[in-house]
């Protein structure tokens, strides 16, 4: 029993240590003084001047934006690109694969240089462009790892049945092999969009002067000194992620444990 | 089955566009000096003290982080897949939900928590202990990486154990195996794997970062990731960022070929 309670309390410590920042910056969005160093008291006025701060928002729309197009157009390329690399030759396969690590092994500043390097010889204007370009290249590894595993288990037969009952091969694909894969494509596109949501460095490099995700307005605040209104915003999301989240998560669950009783 | 490999093209002309020509310009510059002759001066630039020490401070600090991360995470992992969670998406959820909060306002979050007469400090002197002066030191790095790059290495390990039968366990013990013996004959080898990637995943981008010691550094401490970003950024002197990232590289593929060996299936993916 002991042991059970040093676990438990282990645990609650790695998540206090996690989440202590995040608590902090939700209490500092209620902070009345402009500084983060001193509790001026409880206000709610950072919340309504968000509605007020067009370059806030319009941080926020930009982040969004690249987040969707980025992860939903690496999703579309990565499934496809799935479907090819299956079918490639062992050695082809590897070789794909391992080009397809690169972005997720390297270090996020090498490949926000190298496309940088690109974007400036080829005479690209950055802005929110290239911004895209960038994030769904280091999106689409993410993809192709989550939906391979379950290409891998796929029957082939069923698809060929399906194949030899009529279906054309369009019909056949979204009536047995893309349901079969929904939830890796899931994952991958949610791994994405987190990932993409988060990015700091690789946007960094390329992104052009006026345009900014949320990320990069940060940075920039940093020397100045964050806006508390920018606490309040990710306060926002982040509790409507949270709420989403144990929505999503408990509709299954209960399911499952009744079919347990 | 051709029409099948048609299927990839889209997706090869991206990678060989936005992957292989980006990196091999990274290595043309990093080659060349600024009238596109060949040179190895901007390799060789790393010897100099102000960028070996630069170097030297990133290798010490991220290899820290990595084992502190290491240590943390494993018993984390133990307990976790202990518990008996019936949804392994919840735990994997509960390490990625903070990556939905920006990872600067995270970072910076710790100043806050750390400062002279942060929370931290309040709440140690409340409770008469002596006060952690960190913020701006090495030190602080090192939270900054620990804090960042754990779930990466939670992850991987708690994918590596739940994948362990429950049997192959029972089979030790009936056998006469003490609970020190299961987990170094049978638990620790098995999640080598999953250990491998973690270290990867955390060890990568601790040496790389620019921003965690910038923010959590002062302006005190310069690591090499900091002294390649000002090279493109303030200096716009590519040739030499390009050759510093090139020595950047080598660790990271060092890095990818030990992944490599230890773990061929790519079992241990974050995934």
């Known amino acids: 029993m002991i042991t059970n309670a040093a676990k438990k309390f282990y645990v609650f410590l790695i998540f206090i240590f996690l989440y202590a920042p995040i608590g902090t910056l939700i209490v500092l969005s209620f902070n009345a003084s402009k500084t983060r160093a ?20 319009q941080a926020l729309f930009n982040t969004m934006l690249i987040a969707l197009i980025a992860s939903v157009v690496a999703t579309i390329i990565g499934t496809i690109a799935c479907i090819a690399i299956m079918n490639l030759k062992k050695r082809t396969r590897t070789l794909i694969i391992g080009i397809t690590n690169i972005p997720m092994l390297n270090a996020d500043i090498v490949t926000g240089i190298s496309l940088m390097l690109l974007f400036i010889s080829l005479g690209f204007k950055f802005g929110l462009g290239t911004i895209l370009l960038s994030h769904i290249t280091f999106c689409i590894p993410y993809v192709i790892l989550s939906v391979m595993p379950r290409m891998k288990q796929l029957n082939p037969n069923t698809y060929e049945a399906a194949l030899d009952l009529g279906a054309g091969p369009v019909y056949g694909f979204f009536k047995v092999v893309f349901p079969e894969l929904l939830p890796g494509i899931l994952s991958g596109f949610l791994m994405a969009f987190t990932m993409s949501l988060d990015d700091f460095i690789i946007t960094h490099f390329t992104k052009g002067a006026g345009v900014d995700t949320l990320s990069t307005k940060i940075y920039t605040e940093v020397k100045k000194g964050i806006k508390p ?22 509709n299954p669950g209960d399911k499952k444990s009744e079919v347990k009783r | 089955m051709n029409k099948k490999k048609m299927l990839g093209i ?49 290798l010490l600090l991220s290899f820290i982080a990595t084992i502190i991360c290491l240590l943390l995470a494993y018993p984390l992992a133990m307990i976790l897949c202990g518990m008996n969670v019936n949804q392994h998406s919840f735990i994997v959820l509960l390490f990625i939900l903070p990556m939905w909060m920006n990872f600067l306002l995270r970072t910076l979050a710790w100043q806050t928590l750390l400062e002279k007469t942060g929370v931290i400090n309040s709440v140690l002197t409340f409770l008469k ?26 992850l991987p390990i708690y994918n590596s154990l739940s994948k362990i039968d429950g049997n192959v366990i029972n089979a030790a013990k009936d056998l006469g195996a003490n609970n020190v013996q299961v987990f170094t004959k049978i638990t620790l080898p098995l999640t080598v794997p999953g ?18 010691s910038k923010l959590l550094g002062g302006s005190k401490v310069l690591l090499i990731g900091n002294v390649v970003e000002e090279e493109f950024t ?23 070929v030990l992944s490599a060996i230890f773990d061929k299936d790519g079992e241990g993916s974050v995934l």
């Not at chain 1, 001193?38 to 928002?57: C, D, P, V």
């Not at chain 2, 006060?131 to 620990?146: D, F, Q």
């Not at chain 2, 250990?195 to 965690?212: D, R, W």
Request: zero cysteines.
């Open chain 1, 38 to 57: 001193k509790w001026g008291g409880f206000t709610i006025k950072w919340y309504l001047k968000l509605f007020e701060n067009e370059a806030i928002l």
């Open chain 1, 229 to 250: 209104e920018m606490y309040a915003l990710s306060t926002l999301i982040f509790l409507t992620v949270l709420i989403l989240l144990l929505l999503v998560n408990r």
């Open chain 2, 10 to 58: 889209p997706y090869y002309f991206w990678a060989a566009m936005f992957i292989v020509i980006p990196l091999g310009m990274v290595f043309y510059y990093g080659l060349t000096d600024k009238t596109g002759a060949f040179t190895l001066e901007n390799i060789t630039a790393i010897a100099s003290p102000e960028h070996s020490k630069a170097l030297f401070l990133a």
């Open chain 2, 129 to 154: 202990l002596p006060t952690l002066n960190i913020i701006n030191t090495p030190y602080a790095i090192i939270l900054g990486m620990v804090y960042n790059f754990l779930p990466f290495m939670v």
């Open chain 2, 195 to 212: 250990i491998i990637s973690g270290i990867t995943m955390v060890f990568i981008p601790a040496l790389t970062t620019f921003v965690i």
């Open chain 2, 234 to 256: 303030q200096a716009s002197n590519w040739h030499l960022g390009s050759g510093l990232s090139i020595v950047l590289m080598i660790f990271i593929i060092i890095n990818m």
